[in-house]
């Protein structure tokens, strides 16, 4: 596998979050010798958004993925923060 990168405009509803404005989330999967490496980089969150939006991802995106990468033989090696 070569390394991969998603590159994603994001925006949500939450009322903190101005309308119509995006922000940018990139994924980036890199093999390892143990597997695959999965980097994640959320930029342009606006301040009144950020804890709630860094919740989110965290309870409903990694720890679901890790639970189930953790059952198979992949494994979550990296996990970054969001910065503002």
């Keep these: 596998m070569k390394d991969k990168k ?3 405009s994001w925006r949500s509803e939450e009322e903190e ?16 010798t143990t597997g695959t490496r999965l ?3 959320h930029t342009g969150v606006p ?12 309870e409903y995106y990694w720890k679901p993925m890790k639970i189930c990468l953790k059952s198979g033989k ?10 503002r």
């Design 6 to 8: 998603i590159v994603q």
């Design 17 to 32: 979050w101005p309308k119509g404005y995006h922000s940018k989330a990139t994924f980036l999967l890199e093999k390892t």
């Design 39 to 41: 980097k994640f980089v």
């Design 47 to 58: 301040e009144d958004a950020y804890d709630s939006i860094k919740d989110g991802w965290i």
């Design 74 to 83: 992949n494994k979550v090696i990296e996990w970054q923060e969001m910065t």
